[in-house]
């Protein structure tokens, strides 16, 4: 499916054919815990910049707990910043490190509540869900409740849901857990035909050992990003 960049959503061009779709701008935030007089402040994000072009494979690496996980929910909205600007396409997808999945569902069900949730055309919809079906190699389970399936082949959902409307933006996090290693080798070669088609993706872990396929690479360390 060919990616539509709709230049209405996007940032500023940096340059001929490589727009930002995705620039993070000295982003704080802080987590309070306990209660007075004993309540103290946690600084997790404390001026975090970074950026993602369309057509780039980008990777951001720190240990756990370094911040990355929460600087990709403020990116996609499901937590507030307390300071610095985010600036991102309409059209995004996010595969969180835990599957945010019903377990009562179907693979099906799923796919039919993010047509809706998404807006996607019908007809649009079902070949993307067979495209993904297909890469992926999980058609067989199409009627199997989440419940019933193992930890990789709900990562698989996952992914696909987040790729399903073919998003301008592509957020990563921990994508490839409980994956095979022919999944994985399989993951890597999605990633860098849709990065090729003008995709912007952002791939995060604590570990990234396929280095050589991305264009650059971040590091969070102390609450900050860095090139690396």
């Known amino acids: 499916m060919t990616l539509e960049i709709a230049a209405a959503a996007q940032p500023q061009a940096d340059g001929p054919g490589r ?10 935030k802080s987590f309070h815990r306990g209660i007075w007089p004993r ?10 910049s970074l950026e993602v072009r369309a057509g780039e494979l980008v990777g951001l690496v720190g240990e756990n707990g370094s911040g990355k996980s929460t600087l990709m929910q403020i990116v996609v909205g499901l937590l507030t910043r307390d300071a610095g600007e985010v600036d991102r396409p309409a059209r995004l997808g996010y ?11 179907t693979v099906d069900e799923h796919f039919d509540l993010f047509v809706h949730a998404y807006g996607v055309a019908e007809d649009e919809a079902s070949r993307s869900i067979d495209a993904l079906l ?22 698989k959902l996952n992914l696909a849901l987040s790729l399903m409307h073919e998003p301008q933006l592509l ?12 999944t994985y080798l399989r993951f ?5 035909r849709r990065r090729d ?16 396929r991305l264009d650059r ?7 900050r990003v860095c090139g690396c």
């Open 19 to 28: 727009p930002a779709v995705l620039r993070v701008a000295g982003v704080k």
């Open 39 to 48: 309540r103290r402040t946690i600084e997790v994000l404390r001026g975090a």
């Open 95 to 105: 595969c969180p490190q835990t599957p945010m999945l019903w377990d009562k569902l």
């Open 134 to 155: 297909g890469e992926l190699d999980f058609a067989k389970y199409r009627g199997y409740r989440i419940e019933e399936l193992s930890g990789g082949t709900r990562q």
């Open 171 to 182: 957020l990563l996090d921990e994508p490839y857990a409980g994956f095979d290693w022919e």
């Open 188 to 192: 890597w070669e999605m990633s860098e």
């Open 197 to 212: 088609a003008g995709m912007g993706i952002l791939i995060v872990s604590h570990l990234l050992a396929e280095r050589e």
């Open 217 to 223: 690479m971040y590091e969070i360390r102390d609450g």
